[in-house]
């Protein structure tokens, strides 16, 4: 079996599988984890808003901190968009994503796709760059951060240059893509990037928890 078979097949197969028992084992332990009954009155009612709200809000920086974090959310979120439109919008991808789900759409221009996979690998950069730069976030960072940011800027410089045809030939440059893109499936439910899954969850629970209680938000 060559290397790109494998990546396409055995690889592709453990990487799901560990993906989905991880996702399942991470929610589960989440749901099952205790909380002391509150018995005083709820201030508000229904608190569904509240958690609606908190999502939205919690979304863009407080105007207070704007002036010192605007920098790092925008490339945040040039990070977040521009790797959702390479993986939901590149047409390989999709094929991929029906043939294991059999959801469909059409995909984007290429040159769009490849124009955001660039962005999104420059704003990979930026950040890790200030990560190492900044006194207060290279002290709390560790492990899980740095090998959360090579596990998600590997598949999209390894599809650049699969895309342009650099490096080794195509079919081995595609193989270690696919790899790549396999290791971050494996890792996500076992680090930060878990955090695909739970952002909206936790800043719900929190926004809801702080409507009941009549704390404003």
Do not use: C
């Amino acid at each position: 079996m060559d290397l790109l078979s494998f990546a396409r097949g055995p690889a592709l197969q453990w990487a799901l599988v560990i993906f989905l028992l991880g996702v399942v084992w991470r929610l589960t332990g989440i749901l099952l984890l205790g909380r002391a009954p509150d018995y005083s009155e709820p201030r508000n009612a229904p608190a569904w808003p509240g958690a609606f709200k908190l999502i939205l809000t919690r979304s863009w920086p407080k105007r207070e901190f704007a002036a010192r974090t605007a920098f790092g959310e925008t490339m945040s979120y040039v990070f977040h968009i521009g790797l959702a439109i390479v993986v939901l919008g590149f047409a390989p991808h999709i094929l991929l994503i029906q043939s294991l789900t059999g959801l469909s759409w059409p995909g984007l221009p290429t040159g769009l796709v490849t124009l955001s996979a660039a962005l999104t690998a420059g704003a990979l950069a930026v950040l890790l760059v200030r990560r190492l730069m900044h006194p207060v976030l290279r002290l709390i960072s560790n492990f899980d951060d740095y090998f959360s940011w090579l596990v998600v800027m590997l598949p999209v410089v390894t599809g650049l240059m699969a895309t342009a045809h650099a490096g080794p030939r195509y079919e081995t440059m595609l193989a270690v893509h696919i790899l790549s893109a396999e290791l971050m499936l494996a890792w996500l439910p076992f680090g930060k990037l878990m955090h695909s899954f739970l952002v909206f969850v936790s800043r719900g629970t929190t926004g809801a928890l702080f409507t009941r209680k009549g704390a404003a938000l």
